[in-house]
């Protein structure tokens, strides 16, 4: 069964420090990946997507992950944090089924940026 | 262009009331979904949609009925209201592309805040 893992339920960093966020997944096919981050009280965001090729993909904001298969792992990364960046961040894979296409997400990873 | 409109922003229910939370959306997707959030759960899927007309159930369905008569609506009920359907409720879709193949990213609506007394 598909299922996704977001081993840090919280993670804290100084702002201006780099930031790490793991993501692992169990999936039988090449999966659709998915980052989405969301700020309190709003819906989630789609930071960036992995669909196929180059494993290391850009997205919004600055941030960027990078898809590595032998370890079904897709960790989001950021050079320099900003105090905007704290939210929620939520890892996903898309997973196409017979009958329709399936998202299934990770807990989530709260971010706290202390200045 | 409003992406998807989710309807109320809160909610308050005694136990054994029914309501319905309003999602449309104005992109044309033929994938809706609703999900709930819990704390330490993350998302869980409570129905999908691929197109008007065809609806099926996700991890967490019972307790809740929908419907898709048009594209762009995709209404949530619930039958009779209970204190573990207190959560945050989240409609999103997608857009599903020429060739069936479903990887086009979820757009989100803002959310329902419901709790049930």
């Known amino acids: 069964a598909q299922s996704v893992t977001q081993p840090d339920i919280h993670i804290t960093v100084s702002e201006g420090a780099s930031l790490e966020l793991r993501c692992n997944y169990s999936?039988?096919?090449?999966?659709?990946l998915f980052w989405y981050v969301q700020s309190p009280g709003q819906g989630l965001q789609l930071l960036l997507k992995y669909f196929s090729g180059d494993t290391l993909v850009q997205g919004i904001k600055g941030f960027e992950a990078e898809f590595k298969r032998s370890q079904s792992s897709f960790n989001l990364r950021k050079p320099s944090v900003h105090w905007s960046d704290a939210a929620e961040y939520f890892c996903a894979v898309g997973a196409p089924t017979l009958t329709g296409n399936q998202f299934y997400f990770g807990t989530g990873t709260s971010l706290t940026v202390i200045p | 262009n409003a992406g998807v409109t989710q309807t109320p922003k809160f909610q308050v229910l005694k136990t054994g009331q029914s309501m319905t939370l309003q999602c449309a959306q104005d992109m044309n997707h033929e994938y809706m979904s609703w999900y709930r959030q819990d704390p330490g759960m993350g998302l869980r899927l409570i129905h999908y949609?691929?197109?008007?007309?065809?609806?099926d159930q996700g991890e967490v369905p019972n307790g809740y009925n929908v419907s898709r008569s048009t594209t762009e609506d995709f209404p949530l009920r619930l039958l009779s209201a209970a204190p573990s359907q207190t959560s945050v409720y989240f409609c999103a879709s997608s857009y599903r592309d020429r060739e069936d193949v479903y990887n086009s990213p979820l757009h989100f609506g803002n959310g329902t805040r419901l709790t049930v007394t």
């Open positions: 949609s691929v197109g008007a007309g065809i609806t």
């Open positions: 999936y039988g096919a090449t999966p659709y």
